[in-house]
Structures are given as structure tokens and as C-alpha cells.
């Protein structure tokens, strides 16, 4: 048994792709199943085919950590897909523990960004020797020299030892399905990506002849089997049936339970397996309180594989049931014990979602990474028939060691035209951005590097495509904490609200756009305390969007005005959540965004506000 499990550790490679987002990770991953014959010639491979999730697909970005396998002259890639995103670093914290190289894939014209310092600093720190990939070299704009240059010197301003600073260069067109070690080399096919994983990352570290042990890495919840807990065996055997115990970080049993399902990757499913040995990347189930960075072992273990520490979350919303007039109509998941239980599923599977109860009812504070990270819970949680009201983001504050208040700061990088660059430097620094670095990027465009508060962010995205005509692009990077900035001006503008609950009236609507631009059309239910609009002024301005045309029976001399509404200005749920202010909440159902009061009777929203204007005299 002890030389068949080391052929087998032998034959074994496990490698993360990290890198940017759109930098091509998924596209790699495709024509690595291709061409290691994991898809069949004839077989229908879906584009991006490991971003099996429809948010994926519609966003063209991957926010969970998948794993696949290929075979290629007789070894076996256990390759994981990792998000390219800041927002959900925890699934990249979580997922370079299982493997033992990793691939760095940088664009050949972007060169290295925000998220790409992130993760290769993640696996920089475990000791891990990055193979790393300019792809897309085949573009008008690549450089791939400059980038090969850009890439060294951020690995020596992350501490890379010798042999990670001696890190081997391909370059790759993974859309084109090539890679070469030479820019001049043929380009035929990933042939020369294979051998040098072959020869660069070491087999699995593990032990064969010890008692089973496996760090539970990612959660998710399967309609036929359960609860289904992925990672990698340290050491020893596990069989199909085999009874297990658990334990959980500190040393506690959790339970002891038998493995009724274990799954192993094979090219893009997974297939179930009577056994497997230690280096394996493997899926078990049949446990029914074992969580994220637990150990599944054999009974006689003691002590728990350590999990390493995942960074914490640095922005919170309030999630609670929808009490608007409307509620109940487009949803089938309404009480606060049902989005109870589905926020904490969530937070059981995800590490870096932390989800607590407030003292109000049927509200819990939701706490993660960024807006996006929030937004995508959201909008899952919408297409399961989820109804929620959702308050506001805001940033989690620290008190240091000398009691001063710590906000979270983000290092963000924009790539921006030379024209913009000026409206971009106003408009961070009047969100408290600190400008650290200025220099041309190629194409006519210029690079700029802030520094600043995380809370100066939040709705600034809408804002700068529109500042930049859609071609800006900006990448952001949490680096910690630090002292706080001081108060970021908010929304200048006041909003429409509604006074009456009915169906928006054309005509109605019609008078209102001289006052701002609406967010309803005509025909549309509307209720008391509901925004419609923006008003161009400072102020709130209750109206009636009800009201129809007065009727005579004298005939008008001239001719009757065409009602012809602008169309309304619909926002996407980051978009709304990022607009609101304290005072407001979005509702969010399966088919609606809607913005409205946190508190939708007129007379108890004047008493609110004359409390707080006391209070701050």
C-alpha cells in the first residue's frame, strides 16, 4: 500500500490559477481540459466553462473557487480556478492551502493589477513557486518585456526568497490555445505550459502510511447529497463508508459520522471513488455540522490541521424583512426565520461573510469584503425568491491601540485617457484619496495610484465611468487599517417621494421631470415613503405621482400637449445601494429594485428627523 500511494502522490500535481480579473484565467482552464483529452473532440465545452454559475457567466467573472483535473502523460492536474476579484479574496485565501504551485497569469498589456499583488502576496507567504503566464500576448497593445519586468520587481517588493524570484516565464494566447517559453518559439499548442508544471511544482507533500486527516476547504449544499465539504488529504487513506470524526480549530469533537458519498475530479465532474490517498484533492459527504477549516480525520486523531487566518471583513449592510405595502407580491420567501437560516448557510460555506442579529426584528447585520461581494449575496438570494429591505453599506471601524478610531484604506489603481485624468484626481481627492503615484500606462492613457479610505468609495464606480465616458478602469486593493480621514461629503441631491399609494399616472409623471430625473415609468405601483426620482435640489419633496388631468367638458382652443416621458433611470442593486442614504432602504424582490424611506409615514419621518437635529445641537 505505502508504493502505490507514493506512485500516487507522484503522479499527482495541484495548482491555483490566480490572477486579475479578465486576465483570462477561465479561458486557460478551457483549452487545458481541451487539449489534455478531459473533453472529448466531438463534445460540446460551454465558453468559460468552469464559471459554471449564471452570475458568473452574466458578470464575466469568477466569484467561487472551482477545482477540475486532466490527465497528460500520466500525470494528473488537480487545477483550481480562482476569483479574480478583491471582494471575494477569501475563496483565494482558502483554496492556495490545498496546492502545492500555482500559475500566475498576467496580461500582456495590463500588466500586473491590484488583485494580482494580492493573491501572489497570499502565495508568496506559503512558501509557493508561481509559474508565471503573460497571456494575451497575440494583442495590438501587448509588451510582454515591460510586463516580465513589472512582475520581478513586484516580487521583490513582496519579499521573494531566491527561488521564487527565479520564477519561470511562458507566454500564452489562451483564447488561441498556445503557449511557448519563447516570444519566437512556435506557437502550436500548451504542450510546454504541461512540462514545465511537470517539472516546476513539486508532488504533494503527504503521508501515506499515517492516519487519515483532510482540512475541510470550500462548503456548498448539493440537492441529492447534502452538505458536501471539499480539501485535500494530509495524510493516509479514506474509504467510501468509512466513519470519521471531526474537529474544529481549537481541538473540539464535533461529530462522528460516516462518509456516505466521496468524490473525486475527473476533467469537469465529479465521480464517485471507493477510496482515495493521501495528496488527493477529494469531496466527502454525510456530515452534518463540520464547517470550513474543521479537520475530518480518523477516530484515534487529536489534534486539528491549523487553518490559516482569513482577513476580516471590512463592510456591513443591514438585512431585514420587507415591510413595504407591496411586500409579498413577487416573492415566496418573506419571514425573517427564512432569510435568517439562508444567511447563515451563507456564512457557513463562505468564511469571509460574517452575519450577526441587531437588536431590531428580523434584521441581521450582514459584514464582507466589499460592495460587490454584498451585492452578489443579494442578488442570489433575489433569485431564490428571496423579499428584503437592505439599509445602506458602511465601513467597520477599528479602535486602535491608543483608543483613535481605524477605518479600512484601499490602495486603488485607475487606468484612465490623459484627458480624464484631471476630473479623477478631483474627485478622489474630495473623497479624502491620497494620490501616491502618476505615470503614463501606454496607449495614451495614464496610471494613478491612491491611496484611500475604503467609505470614499462606496458609489464612486457609477460616477467615475460616467467622469471617464466608460473607459477608465479601476482596480482596488484593501491594505489595512489606518487612522480616520475625516467626514467624505455624500449625495448633494434631495429625492422625489411619493405621498400616495396607486398606479404612477403618465401625465403625473410628465409635470414631475422639470424637478429631476425619475426612476419610475408610468403604470408602475407606487406607495407613501417611496423615491421616484432625484430632486434637483438639496431638499426631500413629497409629491403625487397619482394626479391625472383636470377634465372639462369646453373644448380647449389649441391642441392638447403629447405626453412623452424620458425614460427612467433604472439601477442595478449596487447601483441603488451605493445611491441610498442613511435615511433610505432598498427594497429588493425577485423581479423589482425599489428605492424608498427607511421610515415610509410622512409625520413620523418629520418627528425622526426634528430627534436628530436636536441630538446634533
Given amino acids: 500500500m505505502t508504493d502505490g500511494a507514493t506512485k500516487l502522490a507522484d503522479a499527482l500535481r495541484n495548482i491555483a490559477i490566480i490572477a486579475h480579473v479578465d486576465h483570462g484565467k477561465t479561458t486557460l482552464v478551457d483549452r487545458l481540459l481541451q487539449q489534455s483529452g478531459a473533453v472529448r473532440a466531438n463534445q460540446a465545452l460551454a465558453e468559460r466553462a468552469m464559471d459554471s454559475n449564471d452570475l458568473e457567466r452574466e458578470r464575466g467573472i469568477t466569484i467561487l473557487a472551482k477545482c477540475t483535473s486532466v490527465e497528460w502523460r500520466g500525470l494528473r492536474f488537480n487545477i483550481v480556478d480562482t476569483p479574480g476579484h478583491a471582494d471575494f479574496g477569501g475563496e483565494v485565501e482558502r483554496i492556495l492551502s490545498m496546492v502545492d504551485g500555482a500559475l500566475l497569469l498576467v496580461d500582456a498589456s495590463d500588466g500586473p493589477m491590484p488583485q494580482t499583488k494580492f493573491v501572489l502576496m497570499k502565495a508568496l507567504s506559503l512558501g509557493l513557486k508561481p509559474i508565471v503566464v503573460v497571456n494575451k500576448v497575440d494583442k495590438p ?58 517539472e516546476k511544482v513539486r508532488a504533494p507533500v503527504a503521508d501515506p502510511d499515517g492516519p487519515f486527516r483532510m482540512l475541510a476547504t470550500t462548503l456548498e449544499n448539493d440537492p441529492y447529497l447534502g452538505r458536501i465539504l471539499t480539501g485535500r488529504i494530509e495524510s493516509g487513506v479514506v474509504s467510501m463508508n468509512q466513519t470519521v470524526h471531526t474537529l474544529a480549530r481549537d481541538g473540539r469533537e464535533l461529530e462522528r459520522a460516516r462518509l456516505t458519498k466521496l468524490l473525486a475530479f475527473r476533467g469537469l465532474d465529479r465521480v464517485p471513488v471507493e477510496r482515495a490517498e493521501a495528496g488527493d484533492i477529494v469531496c466527502v459527504a454525510g456530515l452534518a455540522k463540520t464547517t470550513v477549516a474543521d479537520t475530518i480525520c480518523e477516530q484515534g486523531v487529536k489534534d486539528p490541521i491549523p487553518a490559516r487566518p482569513i482577513s476580516p471583513p471590512t463592510m456591513a449592510m443591514t438585512v431585514s424583512v420587507n415591510d413595504s405595502p407591496l411586500a409579498g407580491r413577487e416573492g415566496d420567501k418573506l419571514t425573517g426565520r427564512m432569510i435568517g437560516d439562508r444567511l447563515a448557510r451563507e456564512s457557513e460555506g463562505n468564511v469571509a461573510i460574517r452575519v450577526t442579529e441587531t437588536t431590531d426584528k428580523d434584521a441581521y447585520e450582514v459584514a464582507g469584503r466589499g460592495e460587490l461581494q454584498l451585492g452578489v449575496l443579494l442578488e442570489t438570494m433575489r433569485r431564490e425568491g428571496f423579499e428584503l429591505t437592505v439599509g445602506p453599506p458602511r465601513v467597520l471601524f477599528q479602535k486602535g491601540e491608543g483608543g483613535e478610531t481605524l477605518e479600512p484604506m484601499e490602495e486603488v489603481q485607475i487606468d484612465v485617457d490623459e484627458e480624464f485624468s484631471g476630473v479623477v484626481v478631483e474627485k478622489l481627492g474630495l473623497r479624502k484619496g491620497e494620490l501616491q503615484e502618476m505615470k503614463p500606462s501606454g496607449g495614451g492613457k495614464i496610471r494613478l495610484v491612491f491611496a484611500i479610505p475604503s467609505r470614499g468609495l462606496i458609489g464612486y464606480q457609477g460616477e467615475f465611468l460616467a467622469d471617464t465616458r466608460g473607459t477608465g478602469i479601476i482596480s482596488r486593493l484593501y491594505t489595512g487599517a489606518a487612522p480616520y480621514k475625516g467626514p467624505i461629503p455624500g449625495r448633494r441631491e434631495g429625492v422625489l417621494i411619493s405621498a400616495e399609494q396607486g398606479r404612477a399616472v403618465a401625465y403625473a409623471l410628465w409635470n414631475l421631470e422639470e424637478r429631476g430625473p425619475l426612476f419610475i415609468g408610468a403604470g408602475e405601483d407606487v406607495y407613501p415613503g417611496m423615491i421616484l426620482g432625484e430632486h434637483n435640489k438639496g431638499s426631500d419633496l413629497e409629491v403625487n405621482p397619482l394626479k391625472g388631468k383636470q377634465l372639462t367638458n369646453i373644448r380647449a382652443a389649441g391642441k392638447d400637449d403629447a405626453v412623452r416621458l424620458t425614460n427612467p433611470i433604472r439601477r442595478t442593486l449596487e447601483e441603488a445601494l451605493a445611491y441610498i442614504e442613511d435615511d433610505e432602504r432598498v427594497e429588493v424582490t425577485p423581479k423589482s429594485i425599489r428605492l424608498r424611506k427607511a421610515i415610509l409615514d410622512p409625520h413620523e419621518r418629520k418627528k425622526e428627523r426634528r430627534r436628530r437635529e436636536q441630538g446634533a445641537a
Avoid at 509588451?143 to 507566454?171: C, S
Avoid at 494566447?173 to 517559453?181: I, L, T, V
Wanted: glycine share 2%; net charge negative; aromatic share 12%.
Fill in 141 to 198: 497593445d501587448a509588451r510582454p518585456d515591460w510586463v516580465v519586468d513589472q512582475i520581478f520587481d513586484l516580487f521583490a517588493a513582496l519579499d521573494a526568497d531566491e527561488e521564487q524570484l527565479d520564477f519561470p516565464v511562458l507566454y500564452a494566447s489562451a483564447k488561441e490555445g498556445w503557449a511557448a517559453h519563447a516570444l519566437d518559439d512556435p506557437r502550436e499548442n500548451m504542450t510546454p505550459l504541461f512540462e514545465t508544471v511537470m
